[in-house]
């Protein structure tokens, strides 16, 4: 039951395949190919499946991920009713299980690697609490905006990293381990950095809730985290099966 392509193309195929010469087509055991613009004839040539499809579905939604939250921001800000649900419990919940997803996909030797690299934080953490407060104070000086404005944009650059910068590096297959660290040391730096920098820029003191700021962070980051790496570690082969679904589970936790 051979089919031949008059056309050029290229082959991928499993073992078996004779290849002569360049062009494409997939298929599921045998196939030959000759001729430089020639013929491709293949014994069955196999379709997409449904989980190949999956992935190139996914993958396409995830990498959208700023345009869903754009979207949702709209929403959300057109009719807030629509979210009046979403209460601070299940907040957490969402942003634990998206940690639990890009969790899975670490071992304690990625943080190792990472420790080895400690200007990387120090820098972020410089940036966050240097560069960010200060920019929000000229920028609102700059444009010569409302006292109050000005006080929200420092107060807004005084604050630590989110858990969607965690999400875009998983997503863009960076240093997640990375990301968790810079983004832990600005949550836990927050405890003392956002009162001291409102006093500076500001004139006042923001109250901060130091031992909430602790157990979120450990429900938020770090617990998730740690379940995760030792699933990864004492049940890879489930780990290795729901790691496809990570990407998507982690976007719509955020959104």
């Not at 004139?203 to 979120?216: E, Y």
């Not at 379940?227 to 729901?242: C, Q």
């Amino acid at each position: 039951t051979g089919t031949t392509f008059e056309s050029t193309c290229s082959l991928n195929c499993d073992a078996g395949t004779s290849i002569q010469g360049n062009g494409v087509v997939t298929c599921d055991a045998t196939a030959k190919f000759s001729g430089g613009s020639g013929t491709c004839v293949a014994a069955s040539c196999a379709k997409p499946t449904l989980f190949e499809t999956y992935i190139k579905v996914s993958g396409a939604l995830t990498n959208l991920f700023p345009v869903w939250t754009v979207l949702f921001t709209v929403w959300a800000l057109k009719d807030p009713s629509a979210f009046a649900w979403l209460t601070t419990k299940y907040f957490t919940a969402g942003l634990a299980i998206l940690m639990l997803s890009m969790g899975i996909t670490l071992a304690p030797k990625d943080f190792k690697r990472v420790a080895t690299r400690p200007n990387a934080v120090l820098l972020n953490f410089a940036l966050c609490y240097g560069m960010m407060p200060a920019l929000g104070l000229s920028l609102g000086k700059l444009f010569s905006l409302d006292p109050a404005l000005t006080a929200g944009m420092v107060l807004v650059g005084s604050i630590n990293g989110g858990q969607a910068s965690n999400l875009c590096t998983f997503i863009a297959n960076g240093n997640v381990a990375l990301s968790v660290l810079m983004t832990t040391a600005t949550t836990v730096g927050a405890i003392f950095m956002t009162p001291f920098l409102c006093k500076t820029f500001l004139g006042t003191v923001v109250p901060v809730d130091a031992a909430g700021i602790v157990v979120s962070t450990l429900q938020v980051v770090l617990a998730p985290i740690l379940v995760g790496m030792i699933m990864n570690a004492k049940f890879p082969k489930v780990v290795k099966k729901i790691t496809p679904v990570t990407p998507v589970v982690g976007m719509v936790s955020t959104c």
